[in-house]
């Protein structure tokens, strides 16, 4: 087992870092350190604890790594580890196991026809949102539909192979200025939709454009071959109203709520 000892920089709580020889042969610890989503969860661990109250504190001092998993880049992309953790007034040892992916973003791309732009209403039936469908191997699902997932790349401009395939396929580049932040202001950068194991917090974002009806019959129906990381995408559109039934992807749900709560305090 390889190891070292990391100091928080706030509260100067020690932590050990193991990880097997059989990991760090190919990953070393300084390059495990150095993984943005485990610096993050260590600052936050590292606020949280400077912060928090005694009858909320807790105890972190070990982390043991146990699976890596890295792009074709060579760069790791996930990272599962088991933290040793213990609730201190009640000496209590708390569930430990986290899976690291980092943050990402969410798209809810918006078409209307001029119709739709005159009536400028939340739910209605001239407006559509812009899909992909994929296979999705985790949940396991062969014809995933959601919207469009990615990242904000370092101009700000919302990246990834979700937005390559938008872009190719449709010609719509989604511009940050035109962006609309729908993740509420107050807390984390994002919101978790499984934080009971995996630390990734999803921010959301809403995108308006306004089209013709010929342009909406073009984008019908488009299939795209992209294989680049295992993955074939398909575009789909579907009335905003009737969203809530065609997915079962909880991004899509909480985008459609924000959207509806964003529409309504601009009125």
Not at 19 to 36: A, D, G, N, V, W
Not at 39 to 45: E, G, N, P, R
Request: a negative charge.
């Amino acid at each position: 087992m390889d190891a070292t000892t990391l100091t928080l920089r706030l509260c100067k709580a020690q932590i050990r870092l193991e990880c097997p020889l059989s990991l760090t042969r190919t990953t070393p610890l300084e390059t495990i350190q150095k993984f943005p989503p485990l610096v993050q969860w260590l600052d936050t661990l590292d606020t949280q604890t400077l912060n928090a109250n005694t009858k909320d504190r807790i105890a972190v001092d070990k982390i043991t790594i146990q699976s890596i998993d890295e792009f074709r880049s060579g760069k790791i992309g996930f990272l599962k580890f088991k933290v040793s953790a213990t609730h201190t007034q009640e000496n209590k040892q708390l569930p430990g196991t986290v899976f690291l992916r980092g943050g990402s973003v969410a798209m809810l791309i918006i078409l209307r026809t001029s119709v739709g732009e005159q009536r400028k209403l939340s739910f209605e039936d001239h407006s559509f949102v812009l899909l992909t469908e994929q296979p999705r191997m985790a949940a396991p699902m062969f014809n995933m539909v959601e919207i469009p997932a990615g990242m904000l790349d370092g101009k700000g401009e919302f990246a990834g192979t979700a937005a390559r395939e938008i872009h190719e396929e449709t010609g719509l580049v989604i511009d940050s200025s035109e962006l609309v932040d729908l993740t509420p202001l107050d807390g984390p950068q994002g919101l978790f939709p499984s934080v009971g194991a995996c630390d990734e917090r999803v921010h959301f974002f809403a995108c308006e454009k306004t089209v013709t009806d010929e342009q909406l019959d073009q984008l019908r129906g488009k299939l795209s071959g992209l294989r680049d990381d295992g993955e074939l995408i398909t575009l789909r559109l579907v009335r905003m109203c009737d969203l809530w039934q065609q997915t079962h992807d909880m991004k899509a749900t909480t985008a459609m709520y924000l959207w509806d709560r964003w529409v309504h305090k601009q009125c």
